[in-house]
């Protein structure tokens, strides 16, 4: 008797993971003809609150349809169930960006750089949050990061060029600019700074 309820319990779940598998098969396929609806509604019927795979999928289905309300809600969830999810984070920080909540953005990227302090991504973002509120200071941080892990990289060096020349430092302006010139030659931004970093 034990054997058997055993042997049916496992057919029983086999057949749910079958099912579960198959919905994300044709969830992913309308996703990819931007039927998001349909992709959602393939995955509603598995979903659960404590489901941290569908509340991953729902907030990114969301987000694609632009309800970033919901989307938000969904990403959520995925961050509470596992908080040492960073593709949770950076999830939730698309449908955060869309309604401008940006200190909520920033708790996401201070949460990730504290489980990846090198995290590249993270630091170049919130260095751009800083310098779009005129905290300059606080931006050059992040973008020395940035810089430190990825040298050859353009948007650091961009953004590490014009901080420093916000911050009147023209000397190191003038360095940042004329590395992220060497990257990518010509650049408008770049010559526009380096000619205000020599002036």
Not at 96 to 111: F, I
Not at 127 to 146: C, E, H, M, T, W
């Amino acid at each position: 008797m034990v054997v058997a309820c055993l042997a049916f319990a496992l057919h029983a779940r086999a057949q749910s993971e079958a099912a579960l598998q198959r919905a994300y098969k044709n969830s992913y396929a309308e996703e990819a003809k931007k039927n998001y609806a349909e992709s959602i509604n393939y995955i509603k019927p598995f979903y659960s609150d404590g489901d941290y795979d569908a509340n991953l999928r729902l907030g990114w289905l969301y987000f694609l349809s632009k309800n970033y309300t919901a989307s938000e809600g969904y990403y959520a969830k995925a961050v509470r169930i596992k908080p040492n999810s960073i593709e949770a984070k950076f999830g939730y920080v698309k449908p955060l960006s869309l309604l401008a909540s940006w200190d909520k953005v920033m708790a996401q990227y201070a949460a990730i750089l504290k489980t990846d302090p090198q995290n590249t991504q993270a630091n170049y973002w919130t260095g751009v949050i800083y310098y779009n509120r005129k905290q300059y200071d606080a931006a050059s941080k992040y973008f020395l990061k940035v810089v430190s892990l990825y040298p050859f990289d353009y948007d650091g060096n961009q953004m590490l060029a014009w901080t420093f020349l916000m911050l009147g430092n023209k000397p190191q302006a003038r360095n940042y600019f004329e590395q992220a010139l060497i990257i990518k030659p010509d650049d408008v931004s770049c010559l526009d700074g380096l000619a205000k970093a020599k002036n």
